[in-house]
């Protein structure tokens, strides 16, 4: 039941009208831009990597260098310019049509906020691992856990953030592991776990851990949310659908996989007359 | 900790189709060129003949449900859609759109980016879908037991698809429902969902347009997924209406939040 009566819902909300206040920040001319307290132009341009601003501005949170380094590493692990992969497609299409290329790459982001890959399967993972990590310190066992969070997958491996689509293994697993040690960040204990799943995944059905299970193991680690990491993470394909969408805006109309009219299989009704 | 061999890349063996499948639209070639379309025919119907014999609405119904709609089912959906063909200018979807339009951004970006407002799960295309499932999950039960269920143990702003607007009950939508409801479209869902209002008024809360929505296709029999998009496109000329109008006008067009009303809290 609501708490609060309609006149006090509407005296709030008046009290709102024409007036922001903000906890995130704004910019006061002849004042400044401000960011979460920190002053945007002569403080975090100068100091801060993009990236480091995004997380901020995302989550509030201000990261070490480092950690702003190896959080857009994955930006970079998201931008494939193949235009098979579904987000990237739209991206291509849009190219054909010669949308404008913010349209295309918005557009081809956007798909990417999907369940089964890119940055909607990004929440899942995060969840699933500091769930796992929750049942680990209520005493269960990784290989425990692994074999329940199967059997509730009806016997299938599929774990958000191990296993993935198209293919088995992830290439850009060992690219991070490489920058992690460079970066010099150690293995914490909900990585750890992930490699331990991965573990008992793999000797059960052969499968490993992909970027999300990589990812969430890691930023869990370093204090990050679900929520947060999706955030930051909203637009991270969109560097390889504007590579797709150039790619074929820049070509003649109907060169990206053009369809004849029997490409298309019509299993529908056959023809009739509406009298 | 697995060794990297263990994560070697192989392609799976998915095997996609050689075709996407469609059973709504059948273009046929012409007999010069394979990729030109001589006729084109919706769920069996050739574009001329609809053309010539349908209205708007009835085609609207045989793209989305594969047959077109009875006499009263047009009607319901027809009036549903001139019911909520504007959210109006004070709706976030709106505003969206009003500011694509005030920002001269190229008007052909209103409507996607109004619509991706208007796909938002508060008073929007995405709540419809919680809604059609609550009502399949529920309408069994006398609406008077949900209504004090829901009402002892939900916050008013979690309900599906009904509620309050600004603390009270949303008059206009109320009026759109009692409109509808006496059409012989009306079915069984929006009838429960009739009584579940009455039981609602207790709490100063009742009809929502997406309830009102989710409830008109439901009895339209549209699957629950289906209902969020078609609540976007239902909406779509009234969000292009608003931000085309602003397009033509200057910046300074829309209000713009004085420096001394800006308080940065940190």
């Known amino acids: 039941m609501k708490s609060k009566t309609e006149a006090e819902i509407i005296a709030e909300l008046d009290g709102r009208r024409n007036k922001i206040v903000s906890h995130n920040g704004g910019w006061l001319p002849g004042k400044g831009v401000f960011i979460h307290g920190h002053r945007l132009l002569e403080d975090l341009v100068v100091n801060e990597s993009y990236m480091q601003i995004v997380v901020l501005n995302a989550t509030g949170k201000k990261v070490s260098t480092e950690l702003g380094q190896w959080m857009e590493a994955i930006f970079g692990c998201m931008s494939w310019p193949d235009p098979r992969i579904w987000c990237n497609q739209i991206g291509a299409l849009a190219g054909e049509t010669k949308a404008s290329v913010s349209a295309a790459t918005v557009a081809g982001t956007l798909a990417g906020d999907s369940r089964a890959y890119a940055q909607g399967a990004l929440i899942k993972g995060m969840d699933f691992i500091r769930a796992a990590m929750a049942k680990v310190e209520s005493g269960m066992t990784p290989q425990e856990v692994t074999d329940t969070e199967v059997k509730a997958n009806r016997g299938k491996p599929n774990i958000m953030g191990f296993a993935r689509p198209l293919a088995q293994g992830d290439e850009r697993v060992s690219a991070l592991e490489k920058l992690t040690a460079k970066l010099g960040f150690a293995v914490g204990p909900h990585l750890q776990l992930a490699y331990d799943i991965e573990e008992a995944l793999f000797a059960r059905f052969g499968e490993s851990m992909n970027i999300v299970g990589y990812m969430s193991g890691f930023l869990a680690d370093h204090g990050f949310t679900a929520e947060e990491v999706y955030r930051v993470y909203a637009v ?25 009219c029997d490409d298309i299989d019509y299993v529908g009704v056959g023809i009739r007359s509406v009298r | 900790m697995s060794n990297s061999a263990a994560r070697e890349v192989k392609r799976r063996d998915d095997v996609f189709v050689e075709k996407t499948q469609t059973k709504i639209w059948l273009e046929k070639p012409s007999e010069s060129n394979p990729y030109i379309a001589e006729t084109s025919y919706c769920h069996g119907y050739e574009i001329f003949d609809l053309m010539k014999n349908c209205s708007l609405v009835e085609v609207i119904y045989l793209l989305f449900k594969g047959e077109l709609p009875t006499e009263a089912q047009k009607t319901l959906l027809e009036q549903l859609m001139i019911g909520l063909i504007n959210p109006g200018p004070r ?12 920002g001269k951004t190229n008007p052909v970006h209103i409507l996607p980016i109004a619509a991706i407002v208007m796909g938002g799960e508060r008073d929007c295309g995405g709540a419809i879908e919680d809604t059609m499932r609550f009502f399949r999950k529920n309408f069994r039960q006398p609406a008077e037991d949900v209504a004090e269920q829901i009402m002892a143990t939900e916050n008013v702003e979690d309900w599906p698809g009904f509620g309050q607007i600004y603390g009270g009950r949303d008059i206009q939508t109320t009026r759109l429902a ?14 429960w969902a009739a009584n579940y209002v009455v039981a609602l008024a207790k709490a100063n809360a009742g009809w929502l347009p997406v309830g009102l929505a989710a409830a008109v296709f439901a009895d339209l029999g549209f699957h629950p997924k289906l209902g969020g998009p078609v609540y976007q496109m239902i909406t779509a000329p009234g969000l292009i209406a608003h931000g085309f109008e602003l397009y033509t006008k200057p910046l300074t067009s829309m209000p713009y939040v004085k420096d001394e009303d800006y308080e940065i809290k940190n």
Do not use: W
């Open chain 1, 236 to 260: 991270s394909v969109m560097s390889g659908v504007t590579g797709c969408y150039v790619e074929y805006a820049d070509q003649p109309a109907n060169q990206f996989l053009p369809l004849r």
């Open chain 2, 91 to 102: 709706h976030a979807a709106t505003r969206a759109a009003m500011n694509t339009g005030v």
């Open chain 2, 178 to 191: 009692e409109t509808l409801l006496a059409l012989e479209g009306a079915g069984d869902i929006m009838q």
